[in-house]
Nanobody
């Protein structure tokens, strides 16, 4: 069983930055894929991006060039650096971990990010 704990959310003004962290613990298989999703009020949950154990990343078009995902495999931790935030980025951000891109992921509890205009 895997536990994921996100941190780093909060309130930021438009144009600002935040860095989210997600620490995984428990039974963790390697290689794996760690990712970030978000859900805005009244909207469906959407993929923000992901990173493989080897460091390959992929991002949603809406965040390309603004968000960067990185990971520390020794610490089983994934990061989401968010720059150039705008109010449309306001959402609950969830961390995920899965064995492959197509397997069912484990989910964190989420962390709130609010961007004021």
């Amino acid at each position: 069983q895997v536990q994921l704990v996100e941190s780093g959310g909060g309130l930021v003004q438009a144009g600002g930055s935040l860095r989210l962290s997600c620490a995984a613990s428990g039974t963790i298989f390697s290689p794996n894929v760690m990712g970030w999703y978000r859900q805005a009020p009244g909207k469906q949950r959407e993929l923000v991006g992901y990173i493989t154990s080897g460091g390959t990343t992929n991002y949603a078009d809406s965040v390309k060039g603004r968000f960067t995902i990185s990971r520390d495999n020794a610490k089983n931790t994934v990061y989401l650096q968010m720059n150039g935030l705008n109010p449309e980025d306001t959402a609950i951000y969830y961390c995920t971990l899965s064995t492959t891109l197509f397997s069912r992921p484990s989910w964190g509890q989420g962390t709130q990010v609010t961007v004021s205009s």
